[in-house]
């Protein structure tokens, strides 16, 4: 059974910074496509970005020149780096691989909330 397990969340005031983790249970040079998504309660989840085995990388309009989505095969993990933080990003924040999402599979995520 795969697994992702996201990790890193946390509560952070308006301008910070926070990396979030993915780590897999097998050898994420299988996943062509990795994504992040997000959801705040009451809304649909969104998605946030994606990157691909090559490393090619793609953002929402909403946290472009801020967020940056990076994979570390040799590692098993994806990570989301958060810069220049807002109160609307506040969000669980999910990851995912193609495959995974064609199957309606998710995980737990982890909690960023964005406060003073």
């Known amino acids: 059974q795969v697994q992702l397990v996201e990790s890193g969340g946390g509560l952070v005031q308006p301008g ?14 299988s996943f062509n496509v990795m994504v992040w998504y997000r959801q705040a309660p009451g809304k649909e989840r969104e998605w946030v970005a994606t990157i691909v085995k ?11 020149g801020r967020f940056t ?16 933080l807002k109160p609307e990003d506040t969000a669980v924040y999910y990851c995912n691989e193609a495959r995974a999402m064609g199957r309606g599979s998710w995980g737990q995520g982890t909690q960023v909330t964005v406060s003073s």
């Open 69 to 84: 989505v990076s994979r570390d095969n040799a590692k098993n993990t994806m990570y989301l780096q958060m810069n220049s």
């Open 54 to 64: 090559s490393g090619m990388t793609t953002y929402a309009d909403s946290v472009k």
């Open 16 to 29: 910070g910074s926070l990396r979030l983790s993915c780590a897999a249970s097998v050898n994420i040079f």
